[in-house]
């Protein structure tokens, strides 16, 4: 992925945590950039799986935010909090 989706909710997370809202955009914005969709095509209740995600595209979304957090995450977390919306609570918390 580009390094503009890294920066998509424009925030320095070194110095505050990101709130919900924030993670859902970063998501969303990631998730329309590899699904190559407008951003308002991503329905942050759907599960990932609907959009069609593999378990390697499931990785790279998770690499990727862990880099944009600034924190480990683990991989499955995708199958735990199977939608943006339960995901970025879950992160936010």
């Known amino acids: 992925?580009?390094?503009?989706?890294?920066?998509?909710?424009?925030?320095?997370?070194?110095?505050?945590?990101?709130?919900?809202?924030?993670?859902?955009?970063?998501?969303?914005?990631?998730?329309?950039?590899?699904?190559?969709?407008?951003?308002?095509?991503?329905?942050?209740?759907?599960?990932?799986?609907?959009?069609g995600l593999d378990s390697s595209a499931a990785v790279g979304l998770t690499g990727d935010l862990e880099d944009w957090l600034g924190h480990k995450l683990d991989p499955t977390l995708l199958y735990d909090y199977p939608t943006v919306e339960a995901l970025a609570k879950h992160l936010a918390s």
């Open 1 to 51: 992925m580009e390094t503009q989706n890294l920066q998509a909710a424009n925030i320095d997370t070194s110095k505050q945590s990101p709130t919900v809202a924030q993670i859902e955009a970063w998501m969303i914005s990631y998730l329309a950039e590899l699904l190559e969709v407008e951003p308002d095509e991503v329905d942050p209740t759907l599960p990932f799986d609907s959009y």
